[in-house]
């Protein structure tokens, strides 16, 4: 029987999966599918903060007027930390066309309502240059 540390990380981690493969697609329903209705997001282009699960979704838009589906958003590394009802995810990702280097940082909380697993905090970031 799997320990619940491990059950947690694994479903965090599938979560997180279907999360970047829906943005691949540009699946909207997807993106949003596990993200919880007060969601908090940090992100690199303004807005610096968007706040509940409508401003999340507007931000996607602006995402998708320069990137394509055949483009990159992968997750180079992961690391998940669970406990019984909150978690987060800290991840190194890559995004832009085939070839590109492009890398950001993101950062998700999650907690568990009802069962399962909703993302309720995202920080996207690149590292400073000055």
């Not at 190194?92 to 909380?109: E, H, I, N, S, Y």
Request: aromatic fraction near 10%.
């Amino acid at each position: 029987m799997p320990q619940p540390k491990q059950t947690a990380e694994t479903e965090i981690r599938t979560l997180i999966e279907a999360w970047a493969d829906a943005v691949r697609r540009h699946d909207y329903p997807g993106i949003l599918a596990r993200h919880d209705q007060d969601i908090v997001m940090f992100d690199v282009p303004p807005p610096l903060q968007s706040r509940g699960l409508d401003e999340y979704r507007k931000t996607w838009d602006l995402f998708y007027t320069c990137y394509r589906p055949s483009h990159a958003f992968n997750i180079e590394e992961i690391a998940i930390t669970a406990g019984e009802d909150v978690a987060f995810a800290v991840m190194v990702m890559r995004c832009g066309p085939p070839d590109a280097t492009f890398q950001f940082r993101l950062t998700t909380g999650l907690r568990k309502v009802g069962g399962d697993w909703r993302i309720t905090h995202e920080h996207h970031s690149v590292p400073a240059t000055d």
